[in-house]
């Protein structure tokens, strides 16, 4: 069966720091990925999307950026952290059509 | 672009139904439905896939109106375990997946 995998499940990072955020999924092959944020008792925000290695779309062009170096690898990264970059960062998968989409448990990062 | 979703929250008693619409400037592909508990990651309910399908998950159903670009789901007989946040989805070219603001739902004893 697939899993999601995302670490960590929460962080505390100081402004200006950098920021790396990583999600795996097993049991499937050349799956979609996504990385969203959620702001506080706000709505789920697209920041990147991938349908393969080294594709990435980005919605938010921002200080955040996106790599895909394997298959099932997706890793969300910053140089320098804001304090607007507080949130619950979610990793979901999907793969094929009709596709559903399926979500990791999240990292809760706070920037102080 | 972000789907449209109304109302911004409910608060029902057991037993009451509620709906929750969907509404998107965009022609639209797919629909998909999810309920986020406090704290926790979205979980699937359902995906409606062409103008006019229908879906139900126990007491919850879904319909999708492809003309009007909408999307409703419908809560009947509502339970304690129902309340959340239910977001729309909207499944856009190239597997791109944008979800709207949610709808935050309170079920009461």
């Known amino acids: 069966s697939q899993t999601i995998h995302q670490w960590p499940a929460t962080l505390v990072q100081p402004v200006g720091s950098p920021l790396s955020l990583e999600c795996t999924v097993e049991?499937?092959?050349?799956?979609?990925l996504y990385w969203y944020r959620q702001a506080a008792g706000r709505g789920l925000q697209l920041l990147f999307y991938?349908?393969?290695?080294?594709?990435i779309s980005s919605e938010v062009p921002q200080n955040l950026s996106a790599s895909r170096p394997q298959d099932r690898q997706f890793i969300l990264s910053s140089k320098k952290l804001l304090l607007s970059d507080s949130g619950f960062y979610l990793c979901?998968?999907?793969?094929?059509?009709?596709?559903?989409?399926?979500f990791g448990q999240g990292t809760r990062l706070t920037v102080v | 672009q972000q789907p449209v979703q109304s109302p911004q929250a409910v608060i029902l008693r057991e037993g009451e139904d509620a709906v929750i619409n969907c509404s998107s400037s965009?022609?639209?592909?797919?629909v998909h439905w999810y309920r986020q508990k406090h704290g926790e990651a979205p979980v699937f309910l359902m995906i409606?896939?062409?103008?006019?399908e229908q879906k139900g998950h126990e007491k919850i159903s879904a319909s999708f109106n492809e003309k009007k670009q909408q999307s409703s789901l419908y809560l009947t007989a509502s339970q304690l375990s129902y309340s959340g946040t239910y977001f729309c989805?909207?499944?856009?070219?190239?597997?791109?997946?944008?979800f709207g603001a949610g709808t935050i739902l309170r079920v009461k004893s």
């Open positions: 979901a998968w999907s793969v094929g059509q009709p596709f559903e989409a399926f």
């Open positions: 049991g499937t092959s050349n799956p979609n």
């Open positions: 991938s349908v393969g290695i080294g594709q």
């Open positions: 965009k022609a639209l592909y797919s």
């Open positions: 409606l896939l062409k103008g006019g």
């Open positions: 989805g909207l499944g856009e070219y190239g597997n791109k997946l944008v």
